[in-house]
């Protein structure tokens, strides 16, 4: 089972956000953030090229989101990384 549930409440974040900023759903990400959503998604990437064509669909999305980041596509990241 995925640890990062598909609703954010203010006891749990993922593991990029502080449970304070896990709550703030269209805030921008700050540049660490993005720096790391960036490595996140590219590990993602990886891995739907080599094994789970599946979810290249997803990666695919979330690498075109990453100018436009908010703390709503690191949770969209999570759930990707909880499918694989």
Not at 3 to 25: D, F, H, L
Not at 47 to 74: C, E, G, K, Y
Request: with cysteine; hydrophobic share 30%; aromatic share 4%.
């Amino acid at each position: 089972m995925c640890k990062y549930p598909r609703k954010t409440t203010s006891s749990t974040c993922s593991p990029y956000t502080s449970p304070s900023r896990a709550v703030e759903q269209d805030s921008p990400l700050t540049e660490k953030e993005k720096e790391q959503l960036r490595s996140k998604i590219g590990q993602i990437l990886w891995v739907a090229r080599q094994t789970r064509p599946d979810v290249m669909f997803d990666a695919s999305n979330l690498a075109l989101s990453t100018n436009n980041a908010t703390v709503q596509t690191i949770h969209e990241a999570n759930r990707v990384v909880c499918k694989l």
